[in-house]
């Protein structure tokens, strides 16, 4: 009997964490026979960020891909990450809704649970957690590692009282094991010791650890764990190991080797399917490319964030223009987040709290805020581990409300029902009810795509290897300046009022001239905003969700008008001017950049 079990994380952390979980399912399965004949104790492959990136970024269904894994996997157990009462999605489902979720997940192939919750709040973890035992499975419930500033096991809040007794209310809910789920890899080799040590103590059940190599500390701290006897650790193949993902399982095995620890795994088998791995991965080399030069980021060990949402943040400040704001944001991170009363950088916490920086950095403080943080800060996720900055509370909140103190859940109508009317005329296949449950905007668009109703956008194509090369091979388009000096403004120029955020910016627009012979007519004609109206508009890219006032309807500066779903949160934009509404330009459901239009106001 080897005495040290492995989970693979390749076909899910792994690629999340190092290629913002891009991977196809085209290219997991021809492994996937060899990856089931290891032996691997689990293998993580479903959840977490896989079931949105799929559908948001693939068109890819990701309840057929967990079918094609168990088909090709049957004598592996299946694990999926399961954030309790926010399932794969970013916010709290009604109970009803992770019945169902849990129940087809169960059915489609997950054999066991990694269930966790952002704030270690229990009771956003025991719906989730009884449907599990429902239907059957291995509930593993995982216990999220964190940290306040000084970086180590212990603390104002996080030591190891803290750990024992999550362990202990964790376990008495009927938990088949117990994991630590460090995913910022901030877990120090001798505390690895000291926690494992005292939960193997405490607990009559397996004891798993999940780490990051983040900060260089994961393989070290593994080994530690296995010292002090934890029953599993994760890992995952060498090409998509180190970083911000797990640590390689190859060394890892090599070094328990022929000890009484030894993991029992054929290196070979997994140094070929790794050579596949490498066969593949240049496909998708836009996502891989980092701009560091150091395996390691031994800074997080100063700022605490993990890599998974550094990487994110990179990629939503690129698409915003904005790269070069990065190190604001990650200043902005530890003081937001002790303004949210520490809660552990995890999602759905590290992206609410790390798009709230964002915002703060490029809109200014709290001056837009999602819809989850307001949730957040009015206890609809649960527990803060601590309390919320009364100034920032008051500041989000509304004048007379007050935080509730219950189980969040309890305050969710239920919403399958609906989720299920919403997608009627499309589908009446429940798993594609939960995808739009999920995430509505984006669930919409894939499931229309998935039935033939809107074509495949060009960019959520499969690309193959000489297409990945050939397109790296032509230089971008770039714009540049027209050159000679600017055309003399004509009379039918008109003058605007851009709000972005907090800035204003006073713009005249005119026709270019080679458009003009066709379209000045047009757009004299057109119903356009007066000169004097005041433009919302976007101020950054996203979708617009839904607007929150009617066309001709007065309304007050500050008062919500648009929702727009950027950053993956839908975020409250208010009117810049009290006035009256002349017109939402862009349709609900559309791509904005920023800058585009999305509320005209005759200001009053
Ligand atoms: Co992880």
Redesign the pocket.
């Known amino acids: 009997m080897p005495k040290i079990k492995i989970t693979d994380t390749t076909f899910r952390?792994a690629h999340q964490?190092l290629m913002a979980t891009r991977l196809r399912t085209e290219d997991m399965l021809p492994i996937a026979e060899r990856m089931d004949s290891v032996g691997f104790h689990s293998m993580e492959v479903w959840g977490g960020a896989t079931f949105d990136a799929a559908t948001r970024f693939l068109a890819e269904d990701p309840w057929e891909r967990l079918r094609a894994f168990k088909k090709l996997m049957p004598r592996t157990p299946l694990q999926m990450l399961l954030r309790g009462q926010s399932l794969v999605g970013y916010r709290n489902y009604a109970d009803d809704f992770v019945d169902a979720f849990v129940q087809r997940s169960a059915e489609a192939g997950i054999d066991v649970f990694r269930v966790f919750d952002a704030l270690n709040d229990e009771r956003n973890l025991s719906r989730s957690a009884a449907a599990v035992k429902r239907a059957g499975k291995h509930l593993q419930m995982t216990i999220c590692y964190s940290v306040t500033e000084e970086g180590r096991l212990g603390g104002p809040i996080y030591d190891l009282d803290y750990y024992l007794d999550r362990a202990r209310v964790f376990r008495g809910m009927d938990a088949d094991s117990v994991c630590v789920?460090d995913?910022a890899g901030l877990l120090a080799p001798y505390d690895s010791y000291t926690l494992i040590s005292a939960l193997k103590d405490a607990l009559d059940v397996p004891v798993q650890l999940?780490t990051?190599y983040t900060s260089g500390m994961a393989s070290m701290s593994c080994l530690k764990a296995i010292e002090a006897g934890v029953d599993v650790v994760d890992a995952c193949l060498a090409p998509l190991a180190l970083r911000t993902s797990q640590p390689a399982v190859e060394p890892l095995i090599m070094s328990l080797a022929g000890s009484e620890m030894d993991a029992g795994l054929d290196l070979e088998k997994l140094l070929e399917m790794g050579d596949y791995l490498e066969s593949v991965l240049p496909k998708y080399r836009e996502h891989l490319e980092t701009p560091r030069t150091a395996v390691i980021d031994a800074r997080v060990l100063s700022h605490q964030i993990p890599g998974g949402m550094v990487s994110n943040l990179t990629s939503q400040l690129r698409q915003m223009d904005a790269l070069d704001r990065l190190p604001e944001v990650l200043a902005e991170i530890p003081r937001a987040r002790k303004e949210m009363g520490y809660p552990p950088l995890v999602t759905p916490m590290s992206q609410m709290v790390g798009t709230q920086s964002v915002s703060n950095v490029l809109v200014g403080r709290y001056k837009m805020v999602s819809d989850e943080i307001k949730d957040y800060v009015s206890g609809l996720y649960g527990r803060a581990p601590s309390p919320i900055d009364p100034d920032v509370a008051a500041a989000i909140l509304d004048d007379d409300a007050q935080p509730a103190t219950g189980r969040p859940a309890d305050l969710i109508e239920p919403e399958l029902d609906k989720a299920r009317e919403a997608v009627r005329e499309i589908s009446t296949d429940m798993n594609d009810a939960l995808t739009y449950g999920l995430y509505p905007a984006t669930g919409m668009k894939f499931l229309r795509i998935k039935y033939g109703l809107d074509p495949m956008p060009d960019d959520m194509k499969p690309k193959t290897l000489e297409e990945a090369q050939a397109e790296r091979q032509t230089p971008a388009a770039s714009v540049a300046a027209e050159s000679g000096p600017p055309p003399e403004k004509s009379e039918n120029a008109r003058a605007y009022n851009v709000h972005v955020g907090g800035q204003y910016f006073r713009i005249e627009v005119d026709l270019a001239d080679d458009e003009e012979d066709d379209a000045s007519q047009d757009a004299n004609v057109a119903l356009g905003p007066a000169a004097e109206d005041v433009i919302l508009a976007a101020p950054m890219p996203g979708v617009v969700a839904r607007y929150t006032a009617q066309v001709g309807e007065t309304i007050g500066a500050g008062d919500t008008i648009v929702t727009l779903e950027a950053m993956k949160m839908e975020n409250s934009l208010p009117a810049p001017v009290s006035g009256e509404i002349k017109d939402f330009p862009t349709a609900i459901g559309s791509t904005v950049k920023k800058g585009d239009p999305l509320a005209i106001i005759s200001p009053r």
């Open positions: 952390d964490s789920k995913m999940h990051h």
